[in-house]
């Protein structure tokens, strides 16, 4: 799932059911800075697509790095006259690091389920016991559904004028 919405379904849903805790921007970033890895060997050529960052280990070191991105950026929002799109300077480092671990473990997670080159115990293990541990259209129909839930619950939020 190179940087497809899928991998955002079950964000959305976690986001809603704790939108302050939970930061969806940093879920979402999470899941596409991991697949810049992919993106790259993709378009060099090389294979395989899913290497460090697939890993247990990568994927903890791309919340690390959501992190420091989103306290750099934030620095500097001012004197960028960066906008405030969503309310992200409002958000807590915790809300970031929380999405962001989301972010990345689910989306290993769900390529582990998906790719056959990914080993995301690696270096400690070259296996991957969830490659079709379910079906792929289960995974991309529960990905889609998880989504539709989560913006159902976020509009009823909405309608109601609730934010936690």
Aim: aromatic content about 12%; overall charge positive; hydrophobic content about 50%.
């Amino acid at each position: 799932m190179p940087i497809t919405p899928f991998h955002f379904g079950p964000g959305a849903a976690i986001h809603a059911i704790a939108p302050k805790r939970i930061s969806f921007i940093a879920f979402c970033a999470a899941n596409v800075l991991i697949d810049i890895e992919p993106f790259y060997y993709m378009r060099t050529g090389q294979f395989p697509l899913h290497r460090f960052f697939h890993t247990y280990i990568g994927a903890t070191l791309i919340i690390f790095l959501a992190i420091a991105l989103f306290i750099a950026v934030r620095a500097g929002a001012n004197r960028l006259r960066l906008p405030n799109l969503f309310g992200w300077r409002d958000l807590s480092t915790a809300s970031v690091a929380t999405g962001a671990a989301f972010g990345s473990y689910t989306h290993v997670v769900f390529d582990s389920i998906m790719h056959s080159d990914i080993r995301p115990f690696a270096p400690l293990s070259d296996s991957n016991p969830l490659l079709r541990a379910i079906p792929l259209d289960t995974l991309h129909w529960s990905c889609v559904l998880a989504g539709a839930i989560g913006i159902a619950i976020l509009l009823m939020r909405k309608l109601r004028g609730a934010n936690d």
